[in-house]
C-alpha cells in the first residue's frame, strides 16, 4: 500500500527534494520552505506540480546567479531573500490556492506572506540606511594560491555605519591573481578614489540596489591589501 501512495505522491517528493538541493547548494535552507509547505498542502498532481515547479523557479533564481557570482540589477541581494522571496512565493501560492477554492487557507496565507514582506522591507530600508556592515561579498574566500590574513572590520561613527573590512593577501603576483579573483564574482572596475589603489565593485538587488566596491593597494611585489565595503549611493 505504501508504494501505491509513494507512486501517487511522486511529485511531492520530487519538488521537495529538488528545493532542498537548491538550498544545500547556497547554505540557506530557508529559501525551500515555500515548496516543502506547498508539497504538503497542495492537492492535485496538475495543480501541485505547476506551482511547485514556478516555486522552484523562483527559489533558483535567488540563489544561482548571487552564488555564481554574477551581479547586476536582475541579480537579487541577499537581503532580499528574507523579504521578497517569501513575499513572492506566498503571493504565488495564495492565488494558487484561492483558485482551487481553498478561499480561507489562501487569504490567511496572503495576509501573513503580505505582513512578512512588509516587515522585511521595513528591515531592509532600515539596513540601507544605516550602512549595512559587508559581509565576505565574494571577496572571502580568497583564491587557493595566495595566503591571506584574518579579515580586520572597522566602523565609522553611528552603528553599524561606514563599516569595512579588510585583509592583506600575499603569494605571487597577489594583485593580479586577486583582480581574477573579484572579476569572477562579479567585480567590474570602477572610478579609483586614489591614486595609489584600484577600485572595483558589483551591484544587486531587485528592488533596493545594493553596490560593494572593494579596493587593491599593494603593500609590495607580493602582497596587496584588499578592503571592501557598501557603497552608499
Known sequence: MWITGLRAHWWRFALG??????????????????????????????????????????????????????????????????????????????????????????????????????????????????????????????PSGLRLSHAEMWCGSGHGANCARQVEATGERAHEVMRTHLASHGYTSAKSLSNNEERVCRSTGLVFGREVCAELKDLSATAVKVTWYVNRR
Open 17 to 142: 527534494a529538488a528545493g532542498l538541493a537548491v538550498s544545500f547548494a547556497d547554505a540557506s535552507l530557508y529559501l525551500a520552505l515555500p515548496i516543502l509547505l506547498w508539497c504538503a498542502l497542495a492537492r492535485t498532481v496538475r495543480t501541485g506540480l505547476v506551482v511547485g515547479l514556478v516555486l522552484l523557479a523562483l527559489q533558483a533564481w535567488f540563489v544561482v546567479p548571487r552564488g555564481l557570482g554574477w551581479s547586476g540589477p536582475w541579480v537579487p541581494a541577499a537581503m532580499e531573500g528574507f523579504w521578497l522571496y517569501p513575499l513572492l512565493t506566498g503571493v504565488v501560492c495564495s492565488v494558487s490556492l484561492l483558485v482551487d477554492g481553498r478561499w480561507l487557507v489562501g487569504v490567511v496565507w496572503l495576509a501573513a506572506v503580505v505582513g512578512l514582506g512588509l516587515l522585511g522591507t521595513a528591515v531592509a530600508v532600515l539596513d540601507e540606511h544605516e550602512g549595512a556592515a559587508p559581509g565576505d561579498e565574494g571577496v572571502l574566500p580568497g
